[in-house]
């Protein structure tokens, strides 16, 4: 029971990386950064990191018949996932961002039924349903605005999708390997298919990074090593104890963590301020959206506690 309570702690950190990334991240680009950089820099770094751990502390090898899906994930956790986010990021509004990811659990739910075979509750189906509900409504009075961007909207619906095929398709190697050894390789390839993505490097080339001051160093660290390091071992932790169904309903928090960031970061002189953007009528919303993902995590904690007494 503590290991189930750990990892829904570790699911609402990931959110919580995530929620601040929404906004920290987009001050960097694309001044100092081009997305494509950015995530270059990002999973060559985090990559590093698993490596080091890796080697020095787990040292458990992989078979080689794994070794595809393990490249197939890539794809979708890192890749596709990663470069299609900034890029959506860079061209649309970091509450949009917030706001779209919440289609991840409906996915996550109909692909874990097909190819996971996992059943889809009432109780479960209850909190998915007004979880969404709340993200739909707290969309009409979001996801409005000039900063919107109908390819930018695109691009994070893609990524949303990508994150959940790779938290269906993640969830048996999990069960198979340490945490560790699953995102390290993950990661490893990963990096080969950004490297591999031609206007990686032409973007690379034409970036100069004398020019990029130190506060905008500090985020691109905080981006490398919370939001890609911290958080991708988070989720790999949460996903031992709980279904990915589950874990990705936590993303109904994102939306509400990018407003209270929006308004911190406001606060403290780290981003613009926007908080003219929060009505008690949003709040509201938010509130829908966390009775959905209660909902939706008790479900899964009441089942563990029959199947362990």
Known sequence: MNNILRAHLALFLVNAFYGANHIIAKGVMPNYLTPNVFILLRVAGSAFLFWIIQLFFVKERVAKKDLLLMAVCAIFGVAANQLF??????????????????????LVVILSFFILKEKITLRKSAGILIGATGAILLTLTA?????????GDLFLFINATSYAIYLVLVKPLMQKYKPFTVITYVFSFGLLYVLFYPPTLMDLAETNFAQIPFDI?????????????????????GLKFLSASVSSSYIYLQPVLVMIFTFLFGMWGIS???????????AGY????????????????????????
């Not at 986010?85 to 409906?106: C, D, K, Q, Y």
């Not at 996801?143 to 390819?151: E, R, Y």
């Not at 985020?219 to 790999?236: D, E, Q, R, S």
């Not at 613009?272 to 949003?282: C, G, V």
Request: overall charge positive.
């Open 217 to 237: 160093v500090l985020k691109i660290l905080y981006v490398i090593i919370g939001v890609t390091f911290l958080a991708y071992l988070l989720t790999v932790y």
């Open 85 to 106: 986010f900034f890029n959506g990021l860079n061209l649309s509004s970091s509450i949009n961002a917030g706001i779209i990811m919440t289609v991840n659990p409906i």
């Open 272 to 282: 613009e301020d926007y908080t003219d953007t929060i009505t008690w009528e949003k």
């Open 286 to 309: 938010m509130l829908v959206i966390f009775i959905g993902v209660s909902l939706t995590s008790s479900a899964s904690f009441r089942k563990k506690k029959i199947t362990t007494s």
């Open 143 to 151: 996801g409005t605005g000039s900063g919107d961007s109908l390819l």
